[in-house]
């Protein structure tokens, strides 16, 4: 080939990207802190954070085409929508607060439940995932 | 609902369009690839919300925080990418995928606060 084809990688991601990315981050972020306003803190951030990583992991696998081609859809519902239901931000000051006020055992066992459900519900989300495709 | 949410929501928004931006801009330039992108990105948003819950009253962390950082930072892609890294094989790196952000991130948070 004499003309190099223009590498989308490098062109960045498309307006429509961004905008599903736009949609979908507003419906996780509300419906994160709709769920923040009716449990408390720390179960909170463990639910949404828990579901947002199996729903994640479900799409993960069944929008696979999506995700490598870089869809709408999928900017939508991943990357939006469960990239902004779930928070790392939320987790860190949560589980910090706690050391300060001097509960380093629950700061510890708090990042540990998290990060010990949290994987499990990855793995599991992309079994189902591709046991649906 | 309160004002202060119906602003949250869109910056949540604006939040997961940074983090888009950032992984795609750091997918082909940083050692590591998309992972390392997310992991920058959620060590950041904890460093930024450190500052804004040391300097801010409730509604800047409710629209902030809540809102622009809960919606950059992320816990579902950093599951998912540590699990792509272990089950195609790659242990010590899905173990530096899931350990780095952990403590870098809590690090960068306790810093930020004690500065703010």
Redesign the interface.
Same mark, same amino acid.
């Given at each position: 080939m004499s003309v190099r084809a223009p590498d989308a990688a490098d062109a960045g991601p498309g307006r429509h990207v961004l905008l599903a990315t736009l949609v979908g981050g507003m419906a996780g972020t509300a419906l994160r802190l709709g769920v923040a306003e009716a449990v408390p803190a720390l179960w909170a951030t463990l639910a949404v954070n828990l579901a947002g990583a199996l729903l994640l992991g479900v799409l993960y696998e069944r929008l696979r085409e999506h995700r490598l081609g870089r869809s709408g859809a999928w900017s939508a519902l991943g990357p939006g929508l469960c990239g902004a239901l779930t928070t790392f931000s939320a987790l860190q000051l949560e589980a910090v607060d706690l050391a300060r006020d001097g509960s380093w055992k629950g700061a510890l066992l708090y990042l540990a439940a998290s990060l010990c459900l949290g994987l499990p519900a990855a793995a599991l989300g992309r079994r189902l995932g591709r046991a649906g495709a | 609902m309160s004002g202060w949410?119906l602003l949250?929501?869109? &910056?949540?928004? &604006?939040? #997961?369009?940074v983090?888009? &931006?950032a992984?795609? $801009?750091g997918?082909?330039r940083l050692p590591g690839g998309a992972p390392t992108a997310t992991g920058l990105v959620?060590v950041v948003? #904890?460093a930024?919300?450190?500052l804004v819950?040391g300097w801010g009253g409730d509604p800047a962390v409710?629209v902030l925080?809540?809102?622009l950082?809960?919606? *950059?930072?992320?816990?579902?892609?950093? *599951?998912?990418e #540590?699990?792509e890294a272990?089950?195609t094989g790659r242990t010590r790196t899905a173990l530096l995928i899931?350990a780095l952000?952990?403590v870098l991130?809590?690090l $960068?948070?306790?810093a930020a606060?004690a500065l703010a």
């Open positions: - | 949410l949250a929501i869109p &910056l949540g928004g &604006l939040g #997961a369009v983090r888009v &931006l992984t795609q $801009a997918e082909t959620n948003g #904890a930024l919300l450190g819950a409710l925080g809540g809102g950082l809960g919606g *950059m930072t992320t816990f579902s892609t950093w *599951m998912v #540590a699990d272990a089950r899931v952000p952990l991130g809590a $960068a948070y306790a606060r």
